[in-house]
């Protein structure tokens, strides 16, 4: 099996609307469509959610099969 994690970090806090997929993220003030590869839908998040992809392995543990595929972390930390 093969999944997608959508990673926020303040997921403890962040709220989910089941009817459009759409995680609201109160720290981050944004909207991200965990439905569209979680791409911003509202606010002022500069990129989507980050994605891990994650599997399962032989004795039933969910694993990262790869490593993060997009920067981790606030944008603002890219700057040069």
């Known amino acids: 099996a093969s999944f997608e994690s ?3 970090l303040s997921l403890p806090i962040a709220l989910y ?3 459009t997929h759409h995680l609201l993220s ?3 003030q944004a909207t991200s469509d965990l439905a569209d590869a ?3 839908v509202f606010g002022p998040a500069a990129r989507r959610m980050p994605q891990l992809p994650i599997g ?5 543990f969910l ?3 790869a ?4 920067p981790v ?6 700057r040069g």
Do not use: M
Not at 67 to 70: C, D, L, Q, R
Not at 73 to 78: A, D, I
């Open 6 to 8: 959508l990673l926020c």
């Open 26 to 28: 109160p720290c981050h």
């Open 56 to 60: 399962v392995n032989e004795e039933g």
């Open 63 to 65: 694993v990262a099969k």
């Open 17 to 19: 609307e089941h009817r």
């Open 67 to 70: 490593p993060f595929a997009e």
């Open 38 to 40: 979680g791409n911003v």
């Open 73 to 78: 972390g606030p944008s603002f930390w890219e």
